[in-house]
DNA sequence: CGCATGTCAGGCGAACTGATATAC
DNA sequence: CGTATATCAGTTGGCCTGACATGC
C-alpha cells in the first residue's frame, strides 16, 4: 500500500520554465547566430526603450539581472562593442549604459521576427487570452509584493 | 528625431521568468535550507509520483533537464544519499533512479508548505482564473510542435 | 550491424555571496 | 560620518556539445 500523497496542483514554476524555454527555442538560433546569449538580448531589449542611455542599476533591475552578473554581461559586450559604458555627469557613482550603433543594428534586425512571432501568438491564443495571460503573470510577480510589504516598490514597466 | 521602434509587446519570457521566480522566491530558502538546488527539488518532486523509479530518460523528460545536466545532479543527490540508480532488470543499457528514505522524508516536509502555497494562489487568483492560467501555458509549451509535427510526441504529465 | 541509453569530458556564461573602492 | 553605486574576487551548479562505452 502505497502511503505516499501525490500533489494536487500541477507543478507552476515548471511549466512557466517550459513555457518561457518554448518561446526562446524559437528566438535563440537567432540570437546564437549573431553570437548573443539569453542575457545579452535582455540587456539590448531593455536599452532599446533608453537610446540617451541607462544607469547600470536601472538596467539589471528591468532586465532582471543581479549587479554582479551584469558586470561580467556588460563587459563581454563592451568587448563586443555592443554597448558602452560611461560615468554620469550628475553622480560619478553610476554609469550609464547605453548600445553602440553595432548593438542597435542587431536588436533592430532581431525585432522584427521576434514582432512577428507575437503577431502569430496572438492569432493563435486570441487577443484576449493573451492579455489574460499578461495579467495573470503581472498577478503572479505581484505575489511577493503582498506578502513582503516593506519591499513595495513602484512598479517597473517590463 | 528618434527613429528607433519601440517594441508593441511585452517581454514575455522575460515575465514568466519573473513570474517563476516570483513563486521560487518564496519556497528557495526552504529549499536552500535542506541543501537542495532548484533542480534537485525537480527531481525529487518527479520521483514522488514514481516510488517504483524512473529511468533516467524519461526523468529527464519530466523534470526538464538535459541528460548530461541530470547526470551531474543525480551524482550529487547519490552522494548526499537523497537517491539511489539501479541498471534496469529488463534492459541493462537503462538506469532506474529511486528516492531513498531521506529524499522521501525531504519532500514529503517540503510539499506541505508548498501545497499550501498553491491553495492560497488559488484563492488570491481565484480558481478559475488558476486552470486559464495552466490552460494558458500548456498553450505555449503546445507551441513549437506546432511548428515542427515532425518533433510531435505523447504529450507528458507533469 | 545500426540504434538507443547513459555517462564522460570539457568549456563556458551566469548566479550568487561577500568584500572593496569611490562618490554622495 | 553613513549610505549608495558599481565592481572585484572567487566559488559553484548547471547548461550544452561532442565523444564514448555498453547493450539492445
Redesign the interface.
Known amino acids: 500500500m502505497?502511503t505516499?500523497?501525490?500533489?494536487?496542483?500541477?507543478?507552476?514554476?515548471?511549466?512557466?520554465?517550459?513555457?518561457?524555454?518554448?518561446?526562446?527555442?524559437?528566438r535563440r538560433p537567432e540570437l546564437r547566430a549573431r553570437g548573443l546569449s539569453d542575457q545579452q538580448w535582455?540587456v539590448l531589449?531593455v536599452l532599446?526603450?533608453h537610446?540617451q542611455g541607462l544607469e547600470t542599476g536601472l538596467l539589471a533591475e528591468q532586465?532582471?539581472i543581479l549587479g554582479p552578473s551584469l558586470t561580467g554581461i556588460l563587459s563581454r559586450m563592451e568587448r563586443a562593442e555592443l554597448v558602452e559604458r560611461e560615468r554620469s555627469a550628475e553622480d560619478a557613482r553610476s554609469v550609464l549604459v547605453r548600445s553602440t550603433p553595432r548593438g542597435?543594428e542587431l536588436s533592430?534586425s532581431l525585432?522584427g521576427t521576434i514582432?512577428m512571432r507575437?503577431e502569430a501568438?496572438?492569432e493563435?491564443?486570441g487577443p484576449s487570452?493573451l492579455r489574460?495571460?499578461?495579467a495573470?503573470?503581472?498577478?503572479?510577480?505581484?505575489?511577493?509584493e503582498q506578502?513582503a510589504p516593506a519591499a513595495a516598490e513602484e512598479r517597473l514597466e517590463?
Chains 1, 2 share one sequence.
Not at 6 to 15: A, G, I, Q, V
Not at 136 to 144: S, Y
Open positions: 502505497e505516499r500523497s501525490k500533489f494536487r496542483y500541477r507543478n507552476l514554476p515548471l511549466l512557466l520554465l517550459r513555457a518561457r524555454e518554448a518561446l526562446m527555442q524559437e535582455r531589449r532599446r526603450n537610446p532586465a532582471f542597435q533592430e525585432s514582432e507575437y501568438l496572438a493563435t491564443l487570452r489574460e495571460l499578461y495573470l503573470l503581472d498577478a503572479l510577480i505581484a505575489l511577493p506578502e517590463v
